[in-house]
């Protein structure tokens, strides 16, 4: 099944660790992950955290068809084929 959603292409220019929960909540504005969330930093059991610095951002020109995907870890997803490859990617 494909859908239809906006497309394009985002260039990460390096990453972000954070080593404590009041370094990472100093940042929930960059970052966007509300505090009050599962995926939020755990105190006492989280001990360090990872955020994308983004360099910069393309809109395609128009919709795109999204390719099958998988769901491997949180907002992690693995593409599983591609319309008109020849074979799934591995």
Known sequence: MLCLCEAGTV?????????????????????????????????????????????????????QPVPAMRRVLSSWFKVLEVQGAEQPLQ
Request: hydrophobic share 40%; aromatic share 16%.
């Open 11 to 63: 260039t990460f220019s390096g990453q972000v660790v954070y080593s404590s929960y009041e370094q990472w909540l100093g940042d929930v504005a960059l970052h966007c992950v509300d505090p009050d969330t599962p995926y939020s930093w755990q105190p006492g059991i989280t001990k360090e955290m990872f955020g994308w610095q983004i360099a910069s951002v393309q809109s395609a020109a128009a919709p």
